[in-house]
C-alpha cells in the first residue's frame, strides 16, 4: 500500500501558530513531514523498519512549521455530503474556530446541501462562515450547511463554481461516495495546473471506512442505540414470549449492531451483513427462535439493515450516491415470525423498534465531540501546509493523513472469523452459523 501525501508544492511560509522548533521545552512541537507510523504493527516492527519505504509509513498529522498558503489569501470552503451523522457540526466548528483564530483566515464559506451548492440550477449561494456564526453549532445535530447525495461528478460545474469564488482549500466531509467525489475534483484540479487543496474528513455512521479505526459518531450511535436494544429487552421479557427486534444502520458493514450487542449484553442474535443466515430449515434462525422461547420464554434480536438482503428477490435500484436501495429486513422479519408462530397456533409478541433516524440526527457525545475537534483541526493544519487528495484518520491512536484513493479503494468489514465476531457470539450465545449446509 502506497500512503505517500501529494502536495502542492513547497511549503515555505513561516507558520503563525507559536510552536516550539525543538529549541523550548514548554510548547508543543511541530510535526515534521519526516514522522509516520507503520500502518501494519502485526509483525516484528524492529525488524520491518530497517529499510522501511515511505510509502509504507502513515505521514502524521498536525500544524507545520513552514506553510504553503499564504493565509490572507485563503479562501476556504466546506461541504457536508451525504446522510447525517452526529459530530457533523463540531467539524465544521472545529475548522472554522483553527482557520480563523490559529491561521488568521477569514474568508471561510459553507457549501450549502451537499455538492449540489456548487451547481448553478439549484440556486444555493454560499454561506458565510466565522466563529459568532459557528461558536454554538456543536450543541445541535445535523449540520448547518445541509446536506444531500451524489452530484459529485458534476467535475466542471464544481471546478468552475470553485474558480469563480477564488475557493483554494475544500474540506469534504462525508463518506464514500463524497470522498470518491472529492478525489475526482482533486484529481481534476490537478490537471488543470491550479493550487487548490483538497482534504477530506470521513463521515460514516457504519464505521465502514478502510484505514481508520472510528469514525466519528461511532460512539454516539453506539450509545443510543444501546438504550434501544435495552428497551426492547425490557419489552420482551416482561410479556409471554416476548421477541424485540431492533434494526440498527450498517448497509454493508454490521459494526453498529455488534458494538451495541456487546455493550448492552441483553441481545440473543446479531444479524449483519457479513454472516449469511437462512431464516427456514433445521439450522436456520426461526428454528433457534424456537428454542430460545422455549427456554427462555423471550429474545432479543438485532439486526443491521444491510443484513439478509439474500433474502429478498434483487432490483437492483440505487440512490443518489449510487448505493443500492436496501430491502427492509426490519419488517420482513417481524412479518416472518409472526407468521411462523401463526402458522403453529403459538403465542408470541413482537416489539419492533427502528431507531435509525433518531440516531443519525443526535448532537455528538463527548468522546465523538473531541474526536471531532481533533479531526477538523487537523485538517486545517493538513490544507494550509499544502496537502491535497487525503483524508484525515485516526490509526493506532495517531491522527495521521490517508490518500483518498487509498481509503475509498475498499470497505472495512466485520470479519466472521475474526476477534469481533467471536466476541459477538460469545455474548449472544447464537449459533456461529445459521446456514442450512
Known amino acids: 500500500m502506497d500512503f505517500k501525501i501529494l502536495t502542492l508544492g513547497q511549503a515555505l511560509i513561516r507558520s503563525p501558530i507559536d510552536l516550539s522548533a525543538r529549541d523550548h521545552t514548554d510548547r508543543s512541537d511541530y510535526v515534521r513531514d519526516d514522522q ?3 500502518y501494519d504493527i502485526s509483525a516484528d516492527v524492529c525488524s520491518r523498519c530497517k529499510g ?3 510509502g ?14 499564504e493565509p490572507s489569501q485563503v479562501h476556504a470552503a466546506i461541504v457536508t ?16 474556530m483553527c482557520l ?39 450543541d445541535e445535530g445535523g449540520t448547518l450547511l445541509g446536506s444531500s447525495r451524489g452530484y459529485g461528478d458534476r467535475l466542471s460545474d464544481i471546478i468552475e463554481c470553485i474558480c469563480r469564488n477564488k475557493i483554494n482549500m475544500l474540506f469534504t466531509i462525508g463518506g464514500d461516495g463524497t470522498q470518491k467525489g472529492a ?7 490537478r490537471r488543470r495546473g491550479l493550487k487548490i487543496a483538497v482534504v477530506g474528513i470521513p463521515k460514516t455512521i457504519d464505521n465502514d471506512l478502510s484505514f481508520m479505526e472510528k469514525s466519528f459518531g461511532f460512539e454516539t450511535a453506539v450509545s443510543k442505540a444501546v438504550e434501544a436494544v435495552q428497551g426492547a429487552h425490557v419489552e420482551a421479557h416482561d410479556t409471554i414470549r416476548g421477541v424485540g427486534i431492533v434494526k440498527l444502520m450498517g448497509r454493508q458493514s454490521g459494526f453498529i449492531a455488534a458494538h451495541a450487542a456487546l455493550g448492552s449484553s441483553d441481545v440473543n442474535f446479531v444479524l449483519v451483513p457479513e454472516v449469511p443466515f437462512d431464516l427456514d430449515g433445521p439450522n436456520g434462525l426461526l428454528t433457534h427462535l424456537d428454542l430460545r422461547l422455549d427456554r427462555r420464554n423471550h429474545a432479543v434480536i438485532v439486526v443491521a439493515e444491510g443484513a439478509g438482503q439474500d433474502l429478498f428477490v434483487d432490483d437492483s435500484q440505487t440512490d443518489a450516491s449510487g448505493n443500492k436501495k436496501l430491502h427492509d429486513i426490519g419488517i420482513f422479519l417481524r412479518d416472518r415470525i409472526q407468521d411462523h408462530y401463526a402458522a403453529q ?12 433516524y433518531i440516531i443519525r440526527s443526535l448532537a455528538a457525545n463527548p468522546s465523538d465531540s473531541i474526536f471531532c475537534a481533533r479531526l477538523g483541526s487537523n485538517a486545517v493544519h493538513a490544507a494550509m501546509a499544502g496537502k491535497t487528495e487525503i483524508l484525515i484518520s485516526q490509526v493506532h491512536g495517531q491522527l495521521v493523513h490517508v490518500p483518498i484513493q487509498l481509503a475509498v479503494s475498499r470497505r472495512n468489514f466485520i470479519d466472521p472469523e475474526g476477534p469481533l465476531w467471536r466476541d459477538v457470539i460469545d455474548a449472544t450465545g447464537q449459533p456461529r452459523s445459521m446456514k442450512n449446509f
Open 36 to 38: 509516520g507510523i507503520l
Open 345 to 356: 397456533k403459538r403465542e408470541v409478541n413482537v416489539k419492533y423498534i427502528d431507531p435509525s
Open 56 to 69: 509504507d509509513v502513515l505521514e502524521l498529522a498536525g500544524p507545520r512549521e513552514k506553510i504553503y498558503f
Open 100 to 138: 480563523w483564530y490559529r491561521y488568521g483566515v477569514q474568508k471561510i464559506s459553507g457549501v450549502r446541501f451537499g455538492y449540489r451548492g456548487f451547481l448553478p440550477e439549484f440556486g444555493l449561494s454560499l454561506m458565510e462562515l466565522k466563529p459568532t456564526i459557528v461558536e454554538d453549532i456543536h
Open 183 to 189: 478525489q475526482r475534483i482533486g484529481e481534476e484540479i
Open 52 to 54: 522501511q519505504s515511505r
Open 81 to 96: 455530503c451525504g446522510g447525517l451523522s452526529p459530530g457533523l457540526n463540531d467539524v465544521i466548528r472545529a475548522i472554522v
